[in-house]
């Protein structure tokens, strides 16, 4: 699969800006900020829907990664996954204390997800594995979508799910399992084209 | 629980889950087990690597946004404020560059501005040579100095100093003891930020103190000899 590996704008990769950070190169920092913000402001306000929310949201994921960078561990992650799942457990604290999780099958965040209108950024849609998912997410019936998303994006385990659907556990372990499957199925098909 | 590899009745014990552990929702006790089974099991390893690599993927999904104008200034901010945790030394000292940044392009000093008026140090690459210092009154740390060497050299200034708004003049203490003033900037909420050329080369800056309208000094800053 292609994998989306650190901007080289700046020369250094993610990695590299990070060990920086970690042992105090103040340069490093800086480059992180600017390299990062966009992705981490875009994946807050996704979640939270609200400009003011994903600021905050975004702040605290750069002050949480400045914090941690010495003790990131390369080997379990890419650092855009590190960060971005910082942003995401943060957007979802912020909108357990705000508003709780949508579940609404109408609900702004499951039909934004699969449009390519919402994707300010042309050179990020033209990521390969971001452009499978999406049109594959779009594909999967709404009942798997939904539970996909409220995992994915929103730390819902099945439990949550079935609870809050008024289903069996087993149909929300099911639906999971059955579009994250078909996920992969197009992510991997292309990969073997 | 052994795990022979690749075993499908085994696999079945497991499979169900792999999809929850990947998107990081199942409990830490299952995740062990399943984890577990896959380092023994090449099938399942490389089906837990793809749904990974899918659920990572869906956090991309929202794309990039352009933060508000001023996220970086803010940032800075709470780095240096502390809000939400003490900040670090070193996150200080990253919330004085953004700030710094942050004035420069403020004050619409760039790159292309720049090289086309013959210079060849833009503050952004003259944070490459960069000198600190608290900027104190009465012992209390109310915000940052620093210049930045090159041609011209370059001063930055950002004050945190309580909730007074108002005009302040910047000077800068040279070698000798001379003082030259810089220019003014406004203060919000006891928040500022401001960055200008110098007139005299970074070597020659010892310090920098803050003038109120009432030629009051509230704040200075000397740069360890």
Excluded at chain 2, 16 to 26: C, K, N, R, S, W
Excluded at chain 2, 34 to 53: G, K
Excluded at chain 2, 145 to 174: E, R
Aim: net charge neutral.
């Amino acid at each position: 699969m292609g994998r989306r590996t650190g901007s080289n704008d700046d020369g250094a990769s993610d990695e590299a800006l990070l060990s920086g950070m970690a042992v105090g190169d103040d340069r490093a920092g800086l480059t992180f900020v600017r390299r990062y913000q966009r992705r981490l402001y875009g994946l807050a306000f996704g979640i939270v829907g609200d400009a003011g929310d994903a600021e905050d949201v975004a702040q605290e994921a750069f002050i949480r990664i400045f914090r941690h960078a010495p003790v990131f561990d390369a080997r379990r992650g890419s650092v855009a996954t590190w960060a971005l799942t910082i942003t995401r457990n943060l957007a979802i604290d912020s909108i357990r204390v705000r508003r709780g999780i949508p579940t609404d099958p109408d609900d702004r965040v499951f039909l934004e997800l699969t449009s390519n209108e919402r994707q300010p950024d042309a050179a990020a849609a033209a990521l390969e594995d971001v452009a499978r998912v999406r049109s594959a997410l779009a594909a999967l019936p709404l009942d798997q979508r939904r539970a996909v998303v409220l995992a994915a994006l929103y730390g819902r385990t099945a439990t949550d799910i079935a609870d809050g659907e008024s289903i069996p556990l087993g149909t929300a372990k099911s639906r999971i399992r059955v579009g994250m499957a078909k996920l992969r199925e197009a992510v991997a098909n292309e990969d073997a084209l | 629980m052994s795990s022979p590899a690749s075993d499908p009745k085994v696999c079945d014990l497991f499979r169900d889950d792999l999809a929850e552990t990947a998107l990081g929702v199942v409990s830490g006790r299952r995740r062990s087990e399943v984890l577990r089974h896959v380092e023994s099991c090449p099938s399942c390893s490389l089906e837990l690597e793809q749904l990974s690599t899918v659920a990572d993927t869906m956090l991309e999904l929202s794309g990039e946004s352009e933060p508000p104008v001023g996220f970086e200034l803010r940032l800075a901010q709470r780095l240096q404020s502390g809000e939400s945790r003490r900040p670090t030394r070193r996150a200080r000292h990253v919330s004085v560059l953004l700030a710094a940044a942050a004035v420069a392009v403020a004050l619409g000093i760039g790159i292309g501005a720049l090289a086309s008026s013959g210079g060849n140090n833009t503050p952004n690459q003259a944070m490459t040579d960069i000198t600190a210092a608290s900027l104190s009154s009465g012992g209390h740390v109310l915000g940052e100095f620093l210049v930045s060497a090159g041609k011209p050299a370059w001063m930055y200034m950002t004050v945190d100093s309580g909730t007074w708004s108002g005009v302040v003049t910047c000077q800068v203490i040279l070698a000798g003891g001379k003082i030259e003033t810089v220019g003014q900037f406004t203060l919000s909420g006891g928040y500022g930020a401001w960055g200008a050329p110098l007139t005299t080369s970074a070597g020659q800056v010892r310090g920098a103190r803050l003038v109120d309208a009432s030629g009051t000094v509230f704040a200075s800053a000397r740069i360890p000899a």
